[in-house]
Every structure is written in structure tokens, then in C-alpha cells.
């Protein structure tokens, strides 16, 4: 039996003047699974991220969630139809709160209400206490409530990717994608980033697609592997199979006779 | 106070939002005019002001509206060139109409009866429009306007749907531009194309700058100031060169200088810490 496919990308096409960011990819992201993509620098994986999450359109091929084609929607309707992502570079609101960064994702799936909003009704100010009250569930089971009033931009490193994590989970996603998680990270902060991922995976219900660099990181996380090079798939795989595969160490690492003559 | 009130329509905008507008004096010309021409025409009794500045803030916020659907496809700069464009248009076409008396200006425009009756509806109008923008700037629409402010593409990956949330933050601030320029309409009883230059725009910004970009008490505070200081500084000496048109300019440059964020920054008064 096929697993359930959460979301389906067939026949991606993207140019960037003369230059083909992404030709012909095509993979399934299955339910409930964690996938990496991986491959060298500009080999197209966060083209394709930011094709999936509404950036960029893609000149040919379409992207189906839950059945569904998102391909032409903007990024805003694309969250509200399930899917939330992190960013390379962090990008939290840095001169907000802690607990804002949270309440601002929560709060866009309920419609603004001008009226209460202006005069501040009883009604208004019982949804701003729930708002606040799940924002501080959420933050604590992740432990950082106690950071809850200060400015996100204070946190240090370790815990701005936390946050921007919980960020994304705040939407209430059906798929999560990191883009690069544990950039920047050492061992001790990937060991607990891996922890982390695992938690959310299995206590939210997520399906989660990752792109991650560090190999050593992927190959103990993912379920399953895509690799990308020079905007193509070339292979698609379980972790113990990428290793071995013949393609993907090329692509890493040359062909070998260049580099025994080195 | 009236310079309150346009200091609050834009500082909503270009504060809370960080959406950079030039605009101001033609919204507040659009305003002036319409409830000008309005109480004119239609309602000639002066009890019909306060109407008649809200119908003008509303053309004027409409306009807002409608001007912000194709410009906000621009950012920063370029926006504020837009904006800019659009005050200047709008100048220029109450310039040439001669119903409204082209450069000659409007004039006979109805007024408040009393002066203290004119301080009393203004200051009525400048607490609605705090109360307003305040409310809103702290609740959940300002806090998507604080999102956008910080990082739009981040704003957008959490589903903030982010030119929908500016082109209401610009149609809210015009409307209050409106507002304010409907009040000067009647407080003084004559307006011309002259009056709503780009001088009035920067005036504006100023005032909203100097008061702290995002807080509302502080655009108050700070039209208040510069609408006294350039006249207490009037007690200087004057000779042959006018002093105070000197003095003014450094308080204005060491005030950059020295407290860059503004008077309050993003903070109300009340939130301010006394160390």
C-alpha cells in the first residue's frame, strides 16, 4: 500500500534568465514522514522552497497539497492552507516580544473584528486573553516562556531558531518545512535541534521536509532523501542508499579520477 | 492640535507600519476642500461641521484607498515618490478648478461661531482620533502592522496578509488626514492650493519623527511643541537676521542627534520608564 502523499511536486520548471534554478523535479512528500533535501550549494533546494511556500512561481509544473494545487496562491494563503516554514536566515520580528512573535501567527486564523478592535469590548479583550493564554502554552512547552516579554532579538542564537520554529507551529500547519535548521549550530545545539524535530514531529501530527547542509545531521533524522544538483533530482532514497549512491557522491565530491590526481 | 491630528494619520502609517508616505497634504487638502465645498453648498448651518468633516475625512480616506492599490506594489522610496506625486496632483487640480476658486483660494467657508466652540470640537476630534488609532495600533491589526513594519516576507510566511493589511492602515490614515484638514478648513475660513504644499507634508513628518515613530501620544506631545516653539522663540532678538529662524533649525538637528528614535520611540507616554 502507498502511503498517503501530503504533497506532490510534478515537473518543476524554473529560469532565472539563462539559467535553469530548478529543471524537471518532481517528489512526493508522504504523510507523517521526514524528508531531507539535500545537494551541494546552488544546486536549487531553496528555489524550491521558495517555490513551494509562494516566492517564486514556477515557469512550468505544478504543486499539489493535499490534492489540491497551490502553485499559483500567494504566500500569506498558502500558510492558511497548511504549510509553514522557517528561514535560513532568521527572521523574526526582532523588536517584538517573544510572546507577539507568537500571538501574530496565531491570531491570522481568526478574521480582525474592526469594531471590537476600536472600542475594545469584553468580547475583544476575552479573545486577546486566549490568545495570550495559548501563545504562553505553546511558548512553555518548548520552555521558552520565561523569555515571554523580552525582545525577540535578545534570545541568543539557539533559541531564535526555537522561536522561529514554534513561529511556524503557532499557524497550526499540516507541514512544517526548516530551511536549513542547523546553520550556524554546534554540536551540542544540533543534538538538541534533532531532539527538537523529532518532538514536534511526533506531539503535532507533522509531516516535515527539511533542507539541511550538515550530513551528518540528515542522514540520523530523515526518514527518506531527495538530492538535488544543478537543479535536477538525482536521487531519491532512504538515508543507508543515498551513502552508496554512485551519482550523489559525484556530485559531492567529483569524479574519482579527478580526485586521486589531486 | 489640528497638526496633532495629521501628525496621527501619518504616524500611523509611516510608524506603525513602516510604509514611507509623502502624501499627507493631499489627503488633508482632499478633506479641507470637500467639507469646505460641503457646508457651502449643502448645509450652510455651522452645527453641520462635525458631518461634514467626517463625510470629507471619508472622501479622503476613499481616495487613500483607492491610491494605495496600485502604489503599494512600491516600496520604501518609491513609495513615498508616489505619495508624494499624489499630494502634488491634488494641489494642482484644486490649483486649476475654478469653482473652488483656483489660486484665488476658497474663502467664506462657514466657521465655528465662537472660537472656543472651534477648540472644543477639535480637541473632541483629536481624542477620538487617539483613542482610535491607539486602540488599534495595540491590537490585533497593529500587531500585523508591527509584523509587516519588522519583516513583510516573514509576515507573509505566517499568513498576515500583508498588502490587504497596508492598503487599510493607508485608507485609515487618510481618512484622519481628512479629518484634520477639514478642521483647519473651518478653524480658519479660507483655504488655498498654496497652503497644502509639500511644505505641510514635511511639517507632517516632522512632527511625527520628532514625537517617535509609532507613538501616538508622542506626535500629540510633539506638535504641540513645534507649533509653540517657533512662537515663544519669537521673544529672541531680532536684528537684521531673524535668530529664531536659526535656533529652531539646531533644536530640530540636535534632537536627531541626541535622541534619534524620537521623543518616546515606539512607546506612549504612560509607558515610558523614569530611570
Not at chain 1, 532568521?90 to 471590537?116: E, G, H, P, Y
Not at chain 2, 472656543?116 to 483629536?126: E, K, V
Request: glycine letters at 8%; a positive charge; proline letters at 3%.
Amino acid at each position: 500500500m502507498s502511503p498517503n502523499k501530503i504533497l506532490k511536486i510534478n515537473n518543476l520548471n524554473l529560469s532565472f534568465g539563462g539559467i535553469k534554478a530548478v529543471s524537471d523535479v518532481s517528489f512526493d512528500v508522504h504523510e507523517n514522514e521526514l524528508l531531507g533535501l539535500i545537494g551541494p550549494n546552488g544546486a536549487g533546494k531553496t528555489t524550491v522552497f521558495n517555490i513551494i511556500s509562494g516566492f517564486y512561481s514556477a515557469d512550468s509544473g505544478e504543486i499539489l497539497f493535499s490534492g489540491t494545487n497551490i502553485s499559483k496562491l500567494k504566500p500569506d494563503a498558502i500558510n492558511k492552507a497548511g504549510i509553514a516554514r522557517t528561514f535560513q536566515n532568521i527572521r523574526l520580528f526582532s523588536q517584538l516580544t517573544v510572546l507577539d512573535n507568537v500571538q501574530l501567527a496565531l491570531q491570522q486564523k481568526t478574521k480582525i473584528r474592526w469594531f471590537d478592535c476600536i472600542f475594545r469590548t469584553r468580547s475583544y479583550l476575552q479573545y486577546e486573553q486566549n490568545l495570550k493564554s495559548e501563545s504562553l502554552e505553546l511558548l512553555k512547552i518548548f520552555n521558552l516562556d520565561q523569555f515571554s516579554t523580552d525582545l525577540a532579538s535578545s534570545l541568543s542564537y539557539g533559541f531564535q531558531r526555537k522561536l522561529e520554529i514554534v513561529r511556524a507551529l503557532a499557524t497550526k500547519p499540516k507541514l512544517l518545512i526548516l530551511d536549513e535548521p542547523a546553520a550556524g549550530m554546534n554540536q551540542t545545539e544540533t543534538d538538541d535541534l534533532k531532539k527538537l524535530i523529532l518532538f514536534i514531529k511526533k506531539n503535532f501530527n507533522l509531516t516535515v521536509l527539511l533542507i539541511e547542509h550538515d550530513m551528518k545531521f540528515v542522514m540520523s533524522i530523515c526518514e527518506r532523501i531527495v538530492v538535488l544538483n544543478r537543479g535536477q533530482k538525482i536521487a531519491d532514497n532512504i538515508p543507508e542508499n543515498i551513502k552508496n549512491d554512485a551519482t550523489v557522491i559525484e556530485a559531492y565530491l567529483g569524479k574519482r579520477s579527478y580526485v586521486t590526481n589531486h | 492640535m489640528i497638526n496633532a491630528v495629521m501628525a496621527l494619520g501619518l504616524n500611523f502609517i509611516t510608524g506603525v507600519a513602516n510604509q514611507f508616505s509623502l502624501g499627507s497634504a493631499g489627503f488633508i487638502a482632499l478633506g479641507a476642500y470637500t467639507s469646505a465645498v460641503l457646508m457651502k453648498e449643502c448645509f450652510h448651518q455651522w452645527y453641520f461641521i462635525p458631518i461634514s468633516a467626517l463625510i470629507g475625512a471619508t472622501v479622503s480616506g476613499a481616495a487613500g484607498y483607492l491610491v494605495s492599490i496600485p502604489s503599494f506594489r512600491l516600496k520604501g522610496d518609491y513609495l513615498a515618490i508616489v505619495t508624494m506625486g499624489f499630494a502634488e496632483i491634488v494641489r494642482v487640480l484644486f490649483l486649476n478648478w475654478d469653482f473652488v476658486g483656483g489660486a484665488r483660494g476658497y474663502n467664506a467657508i462657514v466657521r465655528w461661531p465662537q472660537f472656543s466652540l472651534s477648540y472644543i470640537a477639535t480637541g473632541l476630534f483629536l481624542t477620538l482620533a487617539f483613542i482610535i488609532l491607539y486602540h488599534l495600533k495595540i491590537s490585533a491589526f497593529g500587531r500585523n502592522l508591527w509584523a509587516i513594519n519588522e519583516d513583510e516576507i516573514a509576515a507573509e510566511v505566517m499568513g498576515t496578509p500583508v498588502s490587504k493589511n497596508k492598503r487599510t492602515a493607508f485608507m485609515i490614515s487618510s481618512f484622519f488626514s481628512g479629518l484634520a484638514g477639514a478642521m483647519y478648513a473651518h478653524n480658519l475660513g479660507y483655504i488655498s492650493p498654496g497652503s497644502f504644499g509639500f511644505l505641510m507634508t514635511v511639517n507632517v513628518l516632522i512632527i511625527s519623527v520628532l514625537g517617535g515613530l509609532g507613538s501616538m501620544t508622542g506626535s500629540i506631545i510633539a506638535s504641540a511643541i513645534l507649533t509653540a516653539l517657533p512662537e515663544l522663540l519669537r521673544s529672541l532678538p531680532t536684528g537684521d537676521t531673524d535668530i529664531r529662524m536659526i535656533v529652531f533649525p539646531i533644536l530640530l538637528v540636535s534632537m536627531m542627534i541626541f535622541r534619534p528614535q524620537g521623543l518616546f520611540g515606539r512607546k506612549e507616554f504612560w509607558e515610558l520608564k523614569i530611570k
